[in-house]
T-cell receptor, first 109, second 117 residues
Framework: GENVEQHPSTLSVQEGDSAVIKCTYS??????FPWYKQELGKRPQLIID?????GEKKDQRIAVTLNKTAKHFSLHITETQPEDSAVYFC????????FGTGTRLQVFP | NAGVTQTPKFQVLKTGQSMTLQCAQD?????MYWYRQDPGMGLRLIYY???????DKGEVPNGYNVSRLNKREFSLRLESAAPSQTSVYFC????????????????FGEGSRLTVL
């Protein structure tokens, strides 16, 4: 079945800097790659997703890139703000959604 | 419109006890999922249901059973709880039928924190 690896497990950045989180997946049949954000004590919420026929997608300060040949995809957050501090999960989908292990992002003022 | 509702929010069990986590969604979604979340392990899929009357195993199904009672409700049962089942459990739903080209956005419940002593 699908296996999703996510790095790094923790990431600390200064406010205004960029943050990059990377994921790899194993099943070449995966075709949908969402990213979820989970604030402390709350439920995960979708922030951006990308489908296999697209190489890059951007939404304001957040962008996701996908390299299907290498089977990896990344989340880029620019101009980070303290409210970006949370745990971020990548996921990949074949017939069900499998999540990575998460990245705890801390943005220091 | 409450979205996805899970009960109970907190539960403490002794080893060997049984319990059922309830989940209901009012968004007329087709697919429903149960995940568990443990520190450093991310969200791991326990079971899912593509539609009313169907259920399938996920990554970590051992020790659990599920029932898709109707389109709205999807329950998770622990028959004989073990300390390894201490976790936060999330129910989720999506309008897209599992197995489709993409899952679509998962809508999560607030989570149920279970402790097994």
């Amino acid at each position: 079945g699908e296996n999703v690896e996510q790095h790094p497990s923790t990431l600390s950045v200064q406010e205004g800097d960029s943050a990059v989180i990377k994921c790899t997946y194993s099943d070449s049949a995966s075709n949908y790659f969402p990213w979820y954000k989970q604030e402390l004590g709350k439920r995960p919420q979708l922030i951006i997703d990308i489908r296999s026929n697209v190489g890059e997608k951007k939404d304001q300060r957040i962008a996701v890139t996908l390299n299907k040949t290498a089977k990896h995809f990344s989340l880029h957050i620019t101009e980070t703000q303290p409210e970006d501090s949370a745990v971020y999960f990548c996921a990949a989908n074949t017939d069900k959604l499998i999540f990575g292990t998460g990245t705890r992002l801390q943005v220091f003022p | 419109n409450a979205g996805v509702t899970q009960t109970p929010k907190f539960q403490v069990l002794k080893t060997g006890q049984s319990m059922t986590l309830q989940c209901a969604q009012d968004m007329n979604h087709n697919s429903m999922y149960w995940y568990r979340q443990d520190p450093g392990m991310g969200l791991r899929l326990i079971y899912y249901s593509a539609s009313e009357g169907t259920t399938d195993k996920g990554e970590v199904p051992n020790g659990y059973n599920v029932s898709r009672l109707n389109k709205r409700e999807f329950s998770l049962r622990l028959e004989s709880a073990a300390p390894s089942q201490t976790s936060v459990y999330f129910c989720a739903s999506t309008p897209v039928r599992a197995g489709a080209v993409n899952t679509g956005e998962l809508f999560f419940g607030e989570g149920s924190r279970l402790t097994v002593l």
